[in-house]
């Protein structure tokens, strides 16, 4: 039997590597590792693998991959994830412009305090890690705010699988529905929970990992 594909995981906006440590916990001994949009860190880690991976995304970390998967990747999990975020002429169940420019302002001013709300309003109130990047953090605004990935997911070449949270406050079912309708070619699973599944739903989480890449044919 061909050994199993590393997993590669990418966080979202306001959170760090740390939010994969219950699932990468409930994949036991399978190869995975982290990168790292550095937003509290003295660097970020954005570099993919140059041999066959699965690439697993949340929230931001979801468009990314999306974007940056690159030629080895051979299946993509996003969860709580979206093809495209912010609101636009041909995309009404987008998140409106306005409230991510509120965020950009908050960061700006009182970015621990903005973060925190953040936080919370996903569903979370620990402290936020003391290093706080604010020009990368605001690179990922701007990609919430402008990034459209829907091309590069009809042209994805390789299987792309979706969870999804029913109470998600970040990325709502609309705006999910509308990334990934209910009857298109990506499936999606919905799980009675809000916005950060691989802390809620870490088991749930590392199940579906494991189904998909039983389903990769091996390279």
Known sequence: ??????????HGWAFDPTVWEQTRAALGPMETRCLDFGFFAPRADLDLPARPYVGVGHSLGALWLLRHHGP?????LLINGFSRFGAGPDFADGISP?????????LRHAPEGMLRTFRQRA??????PPHIACDRLEQGLAALMDMDCRPDLRHAPCPVHVMAG????????GLTRACFPPHGPVPTRWLDAGHLLPLTH???????ITDLTRRIPPP
């Open 72 to 76: 080895h990747c051979r299946g993509l």
């Open 202 to 208: 870490a088991a749930d989480c590392a199940r579906a």
């Open 1 to 10: 039997m061909a050994p199993a594909l590393p997993i590669i995981f990418m």
């Open 166 to 173: 029913t109470h998600d406050a970040i990325a709502p079912p």
């Open 123 to 128: 569903g979370i109130d620990t402290p936020v």
């Open 98 to 106: 306005r409230i991510i420019a509120r965020m950009r302002t908050g």
